[in-house]
């Protein structure tokens, strides 16, 4: 990715940790981990779940990503061991299409191409190590842009779906050609739409 491009380097999750260490993710007493450069801090808030912020290197200061709570942040020097190897990509839910893409584009964000899936399209960026997927309607609604959900890249997909057992979803074919996914079910109680795919070829 050119230096001149923001590049995601963190998530901040609100979710019980212990649910995302019985999925396999190594971290520390305060809830800190890391997947494949991108940073993941988890914390229980009884008030509310899902992903809160995002976090970046090189994104300029006064840039607004159209309300998504955003901070600077460091990638880390290193990932813990654990079943994940990468984050493949995060989404984001939005009612105005063309007002969040204008927005990111102006943040400096690396937009490689659009896609038109139904009643919704999608716009994707690359930033850095993953890519974020922009989903919302063909005719706005004027809702707001918010953080949505993750996949991960799984090297083993197959012995992980063995492992979640009852919480793991169908392992099927991708969008993307050659690769495999698997959806997380909610009774994981991981706070966020997840899914995990194998990796790319």
Same mark, same amino acid.
């Given at each position: ?9 963190? &998530?901040?999750?609100? =979710? ?13 007493? !305060?809830?800190?981990? =890391? ?8 914390? =229980? ?26 901070? !600077?942040? !460091? ?15 995060? %989404? ?14 102006? =943040? ?11 009643? &919704? ?28 959900? %993750? ?11 063995? *492992? &979640? ?6 392992? *099927? ?16 109680? &991981? ?11």
């Amino acid at each position: 990715m050119p230096d001149d491009h923001p590049a995601l380097t963190a &998530l901040r999750i609100s =979710a019980d940790p212990a649910a995302w260490r019985a999925l396999g993710l190594a971290l520390d007493p !305060s809830g800190r981990g =890391a997947v494949g450069g991108i940073a993941l801090e988890v914390a =229980a808030d009884p008030g509310e779940s899902g992903l809160r912020a995002w976090g970046w290197a090189g994104l300029p200061g006064d840039a607004g990503l159209d309300g998504i709570p955003a901070f !600077s942040a !460091s990638a880390p020097a290193a990932a813990p061991d654990g079943p994940f190897s990468a984050v493949d990509h995060v %989404v984001v839910g939005t009612g105005d299409l063309d007002r969040t893409v204008a927005a990111l584009d102006a =943040a400096g964000l690396d937009r490689r191409r659009i896609r038109d899936a139904g009643k &919704l399209r999608q716009v994707f960026y690359v930033v850095g190590p993953a890519l974020v997927e922009v989903a919302g309607p063909k005719e706005p609604t004027g809702d707001p842009a918010g953080l949505w959900g %993750v996949t991960f890249v799984v090297d083993d997909l197959d012995a992980l779906a063995a *492992r &979640l057992g009852d919480r793991a979803g169908e392992v *099927r074919d991708a969008v993307q050609s050659g690769r495999r996914i698997m959806t997380v079910k909610r009774e994981a109680g &991981l706070g966020v739409p997840v899914a995990c795919m194998t990796p790319r070829h």
